[in-house]
């Protein structure tokens, strides 16, 4: 059992910059596929970015704003969101791939709104 704890989000002008981050227990994310996922309100929950062993992927409305990043030490990982839009508003969800495994975690919101 991995367990995933999200921190960081808060309520943040437009053109603001937030860092969520991910601490992973129970499991390496070094070797793991970690994503971060979004649901806005009322929405369905989709992929904002995605890092493995050697890439990163990202939804075409984050590309240029956003970077994810891993720090095996402290096996956590990180979404640097820059420039945010009202659009960026949402529960942001950490999310852990290895083999057949599959965990989330419980979510932080992020609201942009001034």
């Known amino acids: 059992q991995v367990h995933l704890v999200e921190s960081g989000g808060d309520l943040v002008q437009p053109g603001g910059s937030l860092r969520l981050s991910c601490a992973a227990a129970g499991g390496a994310v070094s070797i793991a596929t970690m994503s971060w996922y979004r649901q806005p309100p009322g929405k369905q929950r989709d992929l904002v970015a995605r890092?493995?062993?050697?890439?990163?992927d990202y939804v075409d409305s984050v590309k240029g704003r956003f970077t994810i990043s891993r720090d095996n030490a402290e096996n956590t990982v990180y979404l640097q969101m820059n420039m945010l839009k009202p659009e960026d508003t949402a529960v942001y969800y950490c999310?852990?791939?290895?083999?057949?495994?599959?965990?989330w975690g419980q979510g932080t919101r992020v609201t942009v709104s001034s």
């Open positions: 890092i493995t062993s050697d890439s990163t």
């Open positions: 999310n852990y791939v290895y083999g057949q495994y599959h965990f």
